[in-house]
């Protein structure tokens, strides 16, 4: 099966359910439309030509998007065998825009595509039933509202900067105020879905921390079906964090959104493991910040205020998008009980000036009173500029002494670059030995050369892997065996991409030995643009799937 993106948008898919009377709608929108092109035509002209599509790294090689959606099954395994304990479907998320606004392009501004990898017994697939995987390919975008409308009303990280960058944020909220009035919170575009996914209470969603998650559902055959956008009925119908935390031992799932434009300026909440809204909190901070991940053990939160921050004077000011690293200003973790009822109850520790994208683990060390942190941290983040050099992490340790009120950090590896920690997922917020990155390419901060293996225990890296034939790829997803022994019995699965002819290939690595020679290696019919986040759903969880 084989179709076209739409690139039009349709004034009439603007008409549809609740609100506004129909014709009123359809007249609207057509001068809304048209002052929204100016702006766009206006910001064209204004911008540096590094911030035009055609100088515009993130739009071209791997980071261009596809604008094909395909369904390909019984794809060959030209190299080695899929495991027979790998049975579900890898699904990973990126951008992939439906459109470029003129006015300026950033990675992370795309609409939202998943593409998966469907592994399943030959006997589910309509086979002789032996022990052979039928390899099923997909991607498809998340058809949420803002997909579905096409939603020009939105404005991207890539177009905040200037006054009319300024002036297109207030003018779109106007326009879809107008437009939108009076229909329900799913039919209204809201954020882009296109980070990372999470499965919980027999849900998976896609997550962007702009916006409540969407609901997918992933079909017996690999087919990735978007349900629509999920607020858990209305109790957290704010934005929610891409990257939540589940307590394998207790189904819970910690997480927390953030506001840029009002205090309190962020919310954490605890779901519990049926999916139901246990605990909401409002937490006050000094200034909006973009907080984009948090980390949990057995018994605490940690929320992360650190120093990119949300200063909108600089779209004016300093022409450039409103969010800044702050070097004289401390980052600070916040200790929290994960059950916590008072924002009293939140411990700040200052730490010297950092950003974390992305944490590896916490746990709480025995019998000392002591929470130990992993993570990969910048000394810089430059959101603005179109370039992918710089902006390099490394993987460091954290030490809070909560009798003593106290931090320690040092850094593991610092020689190394590294990004997109992932641990076995059954040792979330409990100590594990093992985390895997990813490894930065010395030509782009951006594009990813191999998978590293640490020791967190020992502070070592105990393994590297670099890909083969200048092949580039994503996060590792470590999948456990069945059968595991220890914790780094498992897989890493991934997407890899090769410059040389433009291709894309699916590879499974054994996460325990590191060997140079793949498990297994599938081609596939299209190219996978760079991502983000993934996720492996087992074939008992995609049984698991609720409908309600």
Known sequence: LESSADHSIDIMTVQQGGGLPRVVRSVLYVPLLIVWWILDIAQYYKADQSRRAKNNPFLHGNFDPVDQCLYRSSLPVTQGRIPRDLRGEF??????????????????????????????????????????????????????????????????????????????????????????????????????????LVYHAGKLMTLVESSPPTWMKILNDGELETIGL??????????????????????????????LMAPP?????????????????????????????????????????????FRKEDMVKKNKVPFEFVRDRPGRFGVLPRHASSESEVRWFEIPSCYVFHVANAWETVPFREIVLYACRYTDVELDSPSPQGNTSNMYEWRIDLDAGSVTERVIAPDLPVEFPRVHPDRTGIQSQYAYTVTL??????????????????????ATHYYPRGLRGGEPI????????????????????????????????????????????????????????GIWVSEEDIKKQTDR
């Not at 390419?441 to 990813?448: D, I, T, V």
């Not at 590879?507 to 643009?529: H, I, N, Q």
């Open 265 to 309: 300026y962020l919310n954490y909440g605890v779901i519990d493991k049926a999916g139901k809204v246990v605990r909401q909190l409002p937490v006050n901070l000094p200034e909006a910040v973009m907080m984009h991940d948090m980390a949990i053990t057995e018994h605490y939160t940690i929320l992360l205020d650190l120093c990119v921050v």
């Open 91 to 196: 699904v990973r998320n990126g951008p992939n825009p439906i459109r470029v606004p003129m006015g300026g392009y950033h990675w992370f501004d795309g609409e939202g595509m998943l593409h998966g990898i469907r592994l399943s017994s030959s006997s589910q697939a309509g086979g002789d039933g032996n022990d052979d995987a039928t390899v099923t390919y997909v991607n498809r975008y998340i058809k949420n509202a803002r997909y579905r409308d096409r939603d020009p009303f939105s404005t991207r990280i890539g177009e905040m900067w200037g006054v009319l960058g300024l002036v297109k944020i207030f003018f779109g909220m106007f326009a879809k105020a107008v437009l939108y009035y009076g229909k329900e919170p799913n039919d209204v575009p809201r954020g882009t879905s296109n980070t990372s």
């Open 441 to 462: 390419s010395e030509h782009s901060s951006f594009e990813f050369d191999g998978v590293a293996k640490f020791d967190l225990l020992s502070g070592k890296v105990v």
């Open 230 to 259: 999920y607020d858990y009925y209305g109790k957290l119908p704010g934005s929610f964090t891409a990257h939540p935390k589940i307590d394998a031992n207790t189904g819970e799932m910690m997480t927390f959104g953030y506001n």
């Open 478 to 533: 470590f999948v456990p065996k069945e059968d595991a022994k220890d914790e780094d019995d498992g897989y890493l699965l991934n997407f890899l991409y090769s410059p040389a002819d433009d291709r894309s290939e699916f590879w499974v690595l054994d996460a325990k030995t590191f060997r140079s020679e793949p498990v297994a290696v599938v081609p596939l019919p299209a190219r996978v643009p760079y991502g983000f986040h």
